[in-house]
């Protein structure tokens, strides 16, 4: 197939870009990423189509919004690079169409008969249960969060109506989809994966771990992803609080974000914070931990997750995080409630008792466990394209045979 990919940023599209690329398909990124950054993951310059005027205008924009409080160009920036994706990718004839919501309103107004089919890509939840969850968490904590706006999320409707296939991430972007009235026919669920090669840690890594849990030293909970309410933040420092820190040791690694600046000064001192790491040091990072922490309110697919998978790190997870679909529940970790700290605790309680069974988990998931990697990821997101494809087609000689007869 031939196949565009069509996204302001990075997101999973890269990984999907290479893994299509090598099941055979002919694939071209339309991206605000410069060439030079494209080279760094691997991709040659003639799978791209950079619009990087748009990305050094976004990073400006976003720095004069949380620097200087200046109000944020969104509808002026999503639309910029929606036009430009029109104007550009129409210019060829595609099977398939993959672009990104929020940038692809544009482009799926404009789609010539010389396109296959296109494929919106949501990558969180349907954004009126995205906006709902966090506008709760806004009265719950008093803080105000970084939210979909009406405006996004009037486009972001419209373009769910004008796609013919929404691809989701996980069961529970999928779910509240339907909950919010779209058919299960217009969804696709394609959820992602991971890089074994890069993530797998060494045997040696893995027996230290577990010399660690069975000695009884505290045990080592790493968080990795954005620092923010969003992702759990207020529950992660009710769990920290009611942690023994002679059992516990806390580590979290990303970025903060603006509206959780103040609030991270409040975190227990034991929490160490580690700034933002590229993508390549994670593994050195993952091989320090014995548990993995993820209290996400909303997420799409939260692809830390099948990292730390990989890394033989024991899980707990939310259900709004992609938890039930890269879980197996009490074999790879465990799956609990969006703000509930105290089942987190708990369960982390558990381990501290059972350290055997702890260390016992540690090893099966690095014999047993072989994830979800890239190429499989390619082949069902290609299979599912080609049966859409293989239905139009169907459908497109019954009509020209009505035709004939009449």
Known sequence: MKIALVVHGRFHAFDLAQALRQCGHTVKLFTNYPHWATRRFGIPDAMVHSFWPHGVLSRIARRLHEKARLPFPEAWLHRLFGRWAARVVHKESWDVIHCWSGIAEELLRQQPDTVGF???CRGSAHIRTQAKILEEEEHRTGIALD??????IEREKREYQLAERIAVLSR????????????????????LGVSQAAFRPSLQVVEERCRRILAGEPLRVLYVGAVSLRKGMWDFRTIMAGSDPGRFRFRLLGPVAAEAR???STLPEEAERIPKQAEAALPYWYAWGDLFLFPSLEDGFAQVLTQASA????????TNCAGPDVLQEGETGWVLPIRSPQAFLERLSWCDTHRDALAAMVRRMYHDSHGRGWP???????AQCTAVLQTRRRVGAMVAEDRQRS
């Open 118 to 120: 296109s494929l919106l």
């Open 376 to 382: 499989r990821v390619a082949a069902d997101f290609a």
């Open 172 to 191: 529970f972007a999928y779910e509240s989809f339907i909950a919010e009235g779209v058919p299960a026919q217009k969804l696709c669920l394609v959820p």
């Open 147 to 152: 939210r979909p706006s009406e405006w996004m």
């Open 311 to 318: 890394s033989a790190l024991p899980i707990l997870a939310t």
């Open 262 to 264: 103040q609030f991270v």
